[in-house]
């Protein structure tokens, strides 16, 4: 019904830069928010950083500063750019939205994406 299509992870050194972009696509009426969450080995899955359909943005302490996200309405696109990567910053992105599905009543869904890997790494 509503798929999540990620990409722009990849390996970059300790400082470096990556994009991730996250593709919404399907029976979608309209979208709450979208975000980014993170998962390492061992630890538990993070919100990254989110933003509203409104623009409203809220970030990790950590990532503040560094990670901008940002979206794009008529795409139903969301985008992290992350600088200055850390080392423990390593871990599998994944994307996330809450949305409305385009049906006669409507309904609310928060779909995840499959996941891509970011390494940071010398």
């Known amino acids: 019904q509503v798929q999540l299509v990620e990409s722009g992870g990849g390996l970059v050194q300790p400082g470096g830069s990556l994009r991730l972009s996250c593709a919404a696509s399907g029976s979608i009426f309209s979208i709450n928010a979208m975000g980014w969450y993170r998962q390492a080995p061992g630890r538990e899955r993070e919100l990254v950083a989110s933003?509203?359909?409104?623009?409203?943005?809220n970030y990790e302490d950590s990532a503040k500063g560094r990670f901008t996200i940002c979206r794009d309405n008529a795409k139903n696109t969301v985008y992290l750019q992350m600088n200055s990567l850390k080392p423990e910053e390593k871990a599998v992105y994944y994307c996330?939205?809450?949305?409305?599905?385009?049906?006669?009543?409507?309904?609310?869904?928060?779909?995840w994406g499959r996941g891509t890997l970011v390494t940071v790494s010398s």
């Open positions: 933003i509203t359909s409104g623009g409203s943005t």
């Open positions: 996330n939205t809450k949305l409305i599905t385009r049906t006669t009543s409507g309904t609310y869904l928060e779909v």
